[in-house]
């Protein structure tokens, strides 16, 4: 629909162009951009297809909800790697600078 929306506003804001000189480019009546608009809107102008255009569209959309589950999987794989890396080298310091003493906790 916002496609069918802006084909119309671009219909409008490009046609009886003057150009420095004065003249008209894309010169059109109000007749002719009425049945212009009446084409646009049942998608009979060449090379204008609804039905491939809302398979790109929702073949798009998959492909972002495709990638969200492995990315999330990837994320939260890479915060429990780090917090198991920075565990065992948080005990290793504290076990060779405190000796015999008992650990300290991590701030909370």
């Not at 002719?32 to 929702?58: I, M, N, V």
């Amino acid at each position: 629909m916002e496609s069918i929306i802006n084909a119309h506003g671009s219909l409008e804001v490009n046609t009886n162009l003057p150009d420095e000189d004065g003249n008209i480019l894309n010169p059109m009546s109000d007749a002719d951009k009425a049945a212009a608009a009446l084409r646009l809107s049942k998608g009979d102008l060449p090379g204008q297809q609804p039905a491939t255009e809302l398979l790109t569209q929702w073949g798009n959309m998959l492909s972002g909800v495709v990638t969200m589950g492995p990315g999330a999987a990837v994320g939260t794989a890479a915060v429990v790697t780090g917090g198991v890396i920075g565990g065992v080298a948080n005990t290793g310091v504290q076990s060779m600078t405190k000796g015999d003493k008992p650990f300290s906790l991590p701030m909370r």
